[in-house]
């Protein structure tokens, strides 16, 4: 059967990494989180002092950076420029500085171009914002995965209080909100469903049970298109 594209989008906290990470393990296919890729970016222009208004000093940034996604013992590590920062880009201040990196044209231009490179030969799994719809609209399997903001913000404040990290409820869903608004209303590559894409709620789903259906659609996709 063909190795397929299989294009996964949605909000932030909808559980789109962990989607990602189960289905191509389950279907032997290769993850890429192109929103690490963001964040490694964010998390360089934090530690070299570029403001994050400053559009053509963050292109230039990402132009010079090498953003390596590595799978080790069953996990992916990210390195930047040959360091692992696995850990480091999952900082709550990482996150809101690459939902605005993420808005620079620029940026999303030499991101893109790598994401595409890393996918074009098929059996891989790719999460993002823009993935169905800007970096393979031709994907053959495009899933939307949402949830509602309420279970969104508590899987990211659960995440954070398992790692040790103090971070408030309340604040959590504000930020939420304000990352979904962020998203809908950038003009390079705004947060939308594919036309094509399936869309997946799942507020009341567990994860297996999110990737079982997934690969289910993929498995089903793959044979049609072997006919």
Same mark, same amino acid.
């Given at each position: 059967?063909?190795?397929?594209?299989?294009?996964?989008?949605?909000?932030?906290?909808?559980?789109?990494?962990?989607?990602?990470?189960?289905?191509?393990?389950?279907?032997?296919?290769?993850?890429?989180?192109?929103?690490?890729?963001?964040?490694?970016?964010?998390?360089?222009?934090?530690?070299?002092?570029?403001?994050?208004?400053?559009?053509?000093?963050?292109?230039?940034?990402?132009?010079?950076?090498?953003?390596?996604?590595?799978?080790?013992?069953?996990?992916?590590?990210?390195?930047? #420029?040959?360091? &692992?920062?696995?850990?480091?880009?999952?900082?709550?201040?990482? *996150? !809101?500085? /690459?939902?605005? +990196?993420?808005?620079?044209?620029?940026?999303?231009?030499?991101?893109?171009?790598?994401?595409?490179?890393?996918?074009?030969?098929?059996?891989?799994?790719?999460?993002?914002?823009?993935?169905?719809?800007?970096?393979?609209?031709?994907?053959?399997?495009?899933?939307?995965?949402?949830?509602?903001?309420?279970?969104?913000?508590?899987?990211?404040?659960?995440?954070?209080?398992?790692?040790?990290?103090?971070?408030?409820?309340?604040?959590?869903?504000?930020?939420?909100?304000?990352? #979904?608004?962020? &998203?809908?209303?950038?003009?390079?590559?705004?947060?939308?469903? *594919? !036309?094509? /894409?399936?869309? +997946?709620?799942?507020?009341?789903?567990?994860?297996?049970?999110?990737?079982?259906?997934?690969?289910?659609?993929?498995?089903?996709?793959?044979?049609?298109?072997?006919?």
């Amino acid at each position: 059967m063909p190795n397929l594209i299989i294009a996964i989008d949605g909000p932030v906290g909808s559980g789109k990494s962990t989607l990602a990470r189960r289905v191509a393990a389950l279907m032997g296919y290769i993850y890429v989180d192109t929103g690490a890729m963001y964040r490694s970016v964010a998390l360089k222009a934090l530690r070299h002092g570029v403001s994050l208004e400053a559009t053509e000093q963050l292109t230039a940034l990402a132009g010079r950076t090498r953003i390596d996604l590595r799978a080790e013992d069953g996990t992916q590590r990210v390195f930047l #420029d040959g360091e &692992d920062v696995t850990a480091a880009i999952r900082m709550p201040e990482v *996150a !809101q500085a /690459a939902s605005k +990196v993420a808005v620079v044209p620029g940026v999303r231009k030499v991101l893109v171009a790598e994401q595409r490179r890393a996918g074009e030969r098929g059996g891989v799994v790719m999460e993002g914002r823009d993935i169905g719809s800007v970096v393979f609209p031709d994907a053959q399997l495009k899933i939307f995965l949402t949830a509602s903001p309420e279970i969104r913000a508590e899987r990211r404040w659960r995440e954070h209080q398992q790692k040790g990290d103090a971070i408030d409820l309340a604040r959590t869903l504000e930020e939420i909100r304000e990352r #979904d608004r962020r &998203d809908r209303e950038r003009s390079t590559s705004p947060l939308v469903r *594919a !036309q094509d /894409a399936v869309v +997946v709620d799942s507020t009341a789903m567990e994860p297996e049970e999110v990737a079982r259906l997934v690969v289910m659609l993929a498995n089903e996709n793959a044979s049609a298109s072997a006919k």
